[in-house]
DNA sequence: CGTTATTTTGACCCATGTCAATACGGGTGG
DNA sequence: CCACCCGTATTGACATGGGTCAAAATAACG
């Protein structure tokens, strides 16, 4: 499970703490003592290119990352919920931009110190290996998304995976919220924010989902919107795929 | 800068190895003592699913790593040629398989061996944090190909990037070896083989690169090309973007 | 309540996919 | 060495998913 630290850690903050007991170790917990910062809505935390100073740990709120190409274009590479922290594999200098999409409190760490503080303690540096591998896991998903999905089967591996974040059961009726705007989705999903609106109204014909306002999606038939997927989803505990390739 | 402890490592090889003069820590060295294993075209050196159990390092030949969605349909995650490593930040079991596309000579190591040296040299722990973070930033461009480029320029793209492993002065004509299937490319692209086919025959047409035979390409005019793949190329040198995003 | 941003829908078009035929190349056996 | 065969690549004709452009509807915001 993906959040595991996330829960744990944000659990941590209500324990009071005795000295005695064995802190459990977690990376995020490295951001206790900052500052919190806020960033209203549309406010940028970094941009592509400027001097990766610092990692983040998202408290709460929304963020895009994104790049921008020469011509104008915009690829979303993701966004960053509460609990999640931001630059923890970064390079010298920031490989996208940031904005708040919501309003956004985070903390913020030198990368220097955290890297030192990290690979000084046996029992974070694994914490950090495995977070990298979930990145590049995450990275790797949205590439068959983006190579191999059609704009449906990409919309709704979008809904699915927003709704397990929220934790809910993955059977019956699901609320997501999306604070996220349809331009985002499209740009995220490699589509026009037309074809993203198409779609979803098209899933609410079909009474896939229901669609409570701009930013709130009922998801009514799990079983069907899975299949729809494509089968992208939840590919972690599936069984090995053995089909023969084509060549 | 993303490589300079790759560059640093593969000069390192050209060194006349003094007793007295301490190592220069590299991850490819942790091979050396491994037996060489062969791979015939099409050998798979592993599946998608299974306990990854090893870490690779391709000595010669070229591999290609791809999953296949529950339907049949193949995304081509990427590709290994030789002096790379596969699998250095894999988790529990592979998230792809691997093939070889032509012969294949590597070697192999223990994953829990190879993170428990890694783990334990203060001089290798960065490195494999360096490679990581390069691994993401290949993953992040391709998604950016995948998000937002039209065929032709993710033609020209993979072209280019194939141009930019040999090495060859990035002025004028190239001659690149493409050892990969236009289907294998068109997976890679989140293409059809036509469409590859047909672009490729299109920039023929234009002059822009020439045909030698299925397997070697010669890029004729590199500053037409660069223009044509839409600005995803060389981005790790590029000034900083800070163009205005559309919300 | 206007004013403006965002979303939705419609009409149309084009890039890319699909289906099918042909051409090419590289190996094999006679 | 040649004829054949089969896998790969190329090209053509056609279909269509999704992009583009434009307008209307809805929601957010003073």
Redesign the pocket.
């Known amino acids: 499970m993906y959040s595991s630290h996330l829960a744990a850690s944000s659990r941590s903050a209500s324990i009071p703490r005795l000295s005695l007991v064995p802190e459990i170790a977690s990376l995020e917990r490295l951001f206790v003592s900052q500052p919190v910062e806020t960033f209203e ?1 549309g406010g940028a935390v970094f941009w592509e290119g400027d001097a990766a100073s610092h990692v983040f740990h998202v408290h709460e709120g929304c963020l895009r990352l994104y790049r921008i190409l020469p011509d104008g274009r915009r690829a979303v590479m993701g966004f960053a919920h509460g609990g999640e922290m931001i630059g923890v594999p970064f390079p010298a200098s920031y490989p996208y931009s940031a904005e708040a999409v919501t309003k956004v409190r985070l903390r913020r760490l030198g990368r220097g110190r955290f890297n030192a503080v990290v690979d000084g303690s046996d029992s974070l540096r694994p914490l950090l290996l495995a977070r990298m591998q979930q990145e590049l896991g995450v990275a790797h998903k949205h590439m068959i998304v983006l190579a191999r ?6 919309v709704v591996a979008f809904l699915l995976s927003a709704a397990r974040r929220t934790g809910a059961e993955m059977n019956h009726p699901v609320a997501v919220e999306l604070p ?5 989705i ?1 740009d995220y999903l ?12 098209k899933l ?1 014909r079909d009474g896939l989902i229901t ?1 409570e ?3 709130t999606v009922i998801l009514n038939r799990m079983g069907s919107l899975e299949k729809l997927a494509g089968g992208t989803d939840e590919v972690d505990d599936a069984p090995p795929l053995r089909i023969a390739a084509r ?1």
């Open positions: 809505p999905l059609s704009a449906e089967e990409r996220i705007s349809r331009l985002d499209a490699g589509l026009t924010i037309e074809t993203v609106c198409r779609t979803i109204s609410k669609v306002n701009r930013h060549h």
